[in-house]
């Protein structure tokens, strides 16, 4: 069985994207599920919040993308997570340009992870916060789509540009594409607006949202700075707890 391909992605930037592909990944880890977290975005923060100093690394997305180097070359090991990643680093911002001339460029990643799907259970593709080529490259990729949200006010404002580019790669790239689910993130049941707009989600999306919410703790935003998923930081907080628990809501949904 090949992996199942999951695009974390939302342009709205700090939704929790990067928090859900660590934390998620090694929640899935930890589930003995096999899982590879790709890091398409030149900030790296999935790959120094995975223990990997981005200014160490020789060979990174950036090459593979390019076909400079081939992913056998490009892949390391989380050992706090516990997960295979492809990593990235600033240059990656610069594929974006450098592939506008070359053929076969939003398939790039597909083609790449086509020779390892089969040794993972799991892929994770974190995104950047915008509808590029990179985000493009993810969705290519992708079985499916989970959308990480804040239940704000503006919460909707840009769903609608997402899934026109989701229906265009749908519609020329690839007719697989699902959108798997929305994630509701940094959730605070005090919050009445919070609460408010998590209630029309539901009513809106219904079966499309996960049932797992991810509140607002402090943990999962200051295990990064260890380079540690929440889960090894501290696990006894709310944040490793949430994520475990959509692991396994993910889990029952695809049947393991
Ligand atoms: P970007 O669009 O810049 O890539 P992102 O969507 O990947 O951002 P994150 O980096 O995961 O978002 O999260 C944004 C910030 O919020 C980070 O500082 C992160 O540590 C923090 N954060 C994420 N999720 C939570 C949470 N559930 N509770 C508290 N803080 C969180
Ligand atoms: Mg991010």
Redesign the pocket.
Known sequence: MSARILAIT?QK????????SVNLGASLAAAKQRVLVVDL?P?A?ATMGSGIDKKKLRSTIYHLLLGQKRIDEVLVRSETAQYDMLPANRDLAGAEIELVEETGRETRLKDALDSVAQNYDYILIDC??ALNLLTVNGLCAAHAVMI?MQCEYYALEGLSDLINTIKRVRANLNSNLQIEGLLR??FDPRNTLAQQVSDQLQNHFGDKLYRTV?????R??EA?SYGLPAMVHDKSSK?AAAYLTLAGELLNRHGA
């Open positions: 939302n930037g700090g939704v929790g994207k990067t928090t859900t975005d900030q923060n950047p916060p990480p993130t940094m991810i509140p607002r703790n402090v999962l935003a990064p944040g």
